[in-house]
DNA sequence: CGTGCGATGTATCGGTCCGATACATCGCGG
DNA sequence: CCGCGATGTATCGGACCGATACATCGCACG
């Protein structure tokens, strides 16, 4: 892809843990993956020679492919687990990408952020409970709100590793927008990969 | 206070919006506020001369206190609305120091960062309906995930803004911890401040 | 009785990311 | 025919984080 599609591309995909990738942060990035080998870059080729003759001082768009390391880099990537892991972008990333990994990393993954979020919900407790007279009241109601935020996202939490661990996908539990869509996408074996837009 | 002390504050009344203020950020911030005659920075001075004489040689705490044009200041930006006001560090900032502003301009905020969640809502119901068969259970999940929260964060804007409207102060809408705490801070008259250990 | 560790405290540095901005082309509708 | 919104690449200044360095204090445990 080049760096626009990729970054609507992300965009859509990332769209529910954080805002859109900026540019400030895009076009470094891409430069960092060329230089380390993982991508490559190449100017876009007109089709096939002479297909659109009238487009000849069409802007340069750079189209960029990972390579086989890359591939491997990325891999590695998102089986790791650790404290960057779990915290809200980190986890959120790692997330969008669990197709793309094998079970056990999606439950080592899981809970941790388990872990994580129970302690943020402690420290809110002992907030809401030994501190709660030196603060004003809207204040505690912030407090509150994160609390439940974070005992909602543990329920769910739990909701897929009992899932991960009866061995099915993802289903649906809340009675959200769409009644059907019976059936998912089963991981793909690690060094697959999907077609793509060259 | 002193920055260790601030930090600790800030840690406690921001806890659930915010990860822990760095010191990376806080010491230069620190600086530029005194540059700008909004703080003024002294040396602590060891009580009441020699009242503690085995420790003089006791590291520097450095003791801030703002000024008359830092109270000005920081009343403006409580005050002031606008669309960074509405995101996510934004909002929440603000509304932690809610009970130092009067009602209009809480209510200004709270229906701003509504319309915002409004549009998030939105852009994650579209990815839902119209790329749902392009991406995997997983992502779709995430996404769910992310509309559950917004759909809960509006709810809970509204309430707050029907307490606002009513002229209560929050109330205690979910079942939570405490019971009790009947009375909460009434929003001080804007020029006032409460006591604070200079 | 000492000693080491965790809390308190101030401070800097490298690196990453964001927001704003500049610039250029394409397709479409008024 | 022309202007505007979408497509597209790119840079710059500034803010912030994470790690780190360094120093002191109180207390618990050997």
Redesign the pocket.
Same mark, same amino acid.
């Given at each position: 892809m080049? &760096? =626009? *599609? $990729?970054r609507?591309e992300l965009t859509a995909k990332l769209g529910a843990i !954080? @805002? @859109?990738?900026? =540019? &400030?942060? $895009? =076009?470094?990035? $891409? %430069? !960092?993956l060329q230089a380390a080998g993982w991508i490559t870059e190449a100017a876009e080729t007109p089709a096939t020679a002479e297909e659109v003759p009238a $487009?000849t001082? /069409? /802007? &340069? %768009?750079?189209?960029y492919t990972i390579t086989a390391e890359g591939k491997e880099r990325f891999a590695q990537l998102i089986a790791q687990a650790g404290? *960057?892991t779990y915290?809200d972008t980190g986890f959120g990333v790692h997330f969008a990408f669990f197709a793309r990994t094998d079970q056990a990393t999606r439950l080592r993954i899981l809970e941790g952020r388990r872990r994580k979020i129970e302690e943020r919900r402690e420290g809110l407790r002992d907030v809401l409970g030994r501190a709660a007279e030196r603060l004003d009241a809207y204040t505690l109601e912030l407090q509150r709100h994160g609390l439940d935020a974070c005992e909602r996202e543990v329920r769910w939490l739990e909701e897929l590793i009992a899932n991960e661990r009866s061995g099915r996908a993802p289903t649906v539990p809340q009675p959200g927008t769409a009644g059907g869509r019976g059936e998912n996408d089963s991981p793909p074996t690690p060094g697959e990969s999907r077609k793509e837009r060259p």
């Open positions: 080049h &760096g =626009y *599609e $990729l609507k !954080r @805002a @859109a990738i900026s =540019y &400030g942060s $895009l =076009y470094p990035t $891409l %430069r !960092r $487009l001082s /069409r /802007r &340069g %768009r750079v189209v404290p *960057e915290d």
